[in-house]
C-alpha cells in the first residue's frame, strides 16, 4: 500500500487545515500520527473502515476530526482551533487486515512520506 498525505502547511494559532492521504488501495484501517522534534511519535487520530468507529488522542478531542471517503480510499484530518503544539510532521498510517488492538499506537504496516503542519502564535 502506497500513502500520499498532502495539504500540510502553516498557520497562526486558532486557524485550521486539513490533510488528506490517498491509499493506493483498499485499507481495513488508517490513522494520523505526528512527531515534533525531539519527541516520540504519537498517534492522533484513526478511523475503521468497517463500522466507521473513529479514535483521537485527548490533546485533539473536540478540535481534530477524522473522516474518509472509502470509494476514493482517502483519509482526511480536519484540524481546528490549532495551536502552536500541534506543530509536527503528520504521517498516515495504514493496515490492509487487520488493525491495531489499540488505534492510537504507532503500530501500523504502512506509512506516509509526512507532511509538515506548523502553527505559529
Known amino acids: 500500500v502506497q500513502l500520499v498525505e498532502s495539504g500540510g502547511g502553516s498557520v497562526q494559532a486558532g486557524g485550521p487545515l486539513r490533510p488528506s492521504c490517498e491509499a493506493s488501495r483498499y485499507t481495513a484501517c488508517m490513522g494520523w500520527s505526528r512527531q515534533a522534534p525531539g519527541k516520540e511519535r504519537e498517534g492522533v487520530a484513526a478511523?475503521?473502515?468497517?463500522?466507521?468507529?473513529?479514535f483521537y488522542a485527548d490533546s485533539v478531542k473536540g478540535r481534530f476530526t477524522i473522516s474518509k471517503d472509502n470509494a476514493k480510499n482517502t483519509l482526511f484530518l480536519q484540524m481546528n482551533s490549532l495551536k502552536p503544539e500541534d506543530s509536527a510532521m503528520y504521517y498516515c498510517a495504514a493496515d490492509r487486515a487487520y488493525c491495531p488492538a489499540h488505534p492510537l499506537d504507532p503500530d501500523y504496516g504502512y506509512w506516509g512520506q509526512g507532511t509538515q503542519v506548523t502553527v505559529s502564535s
Open positions: 478511523s475503521f473502515t468497517r463500522g466507521g468507529s473513529t
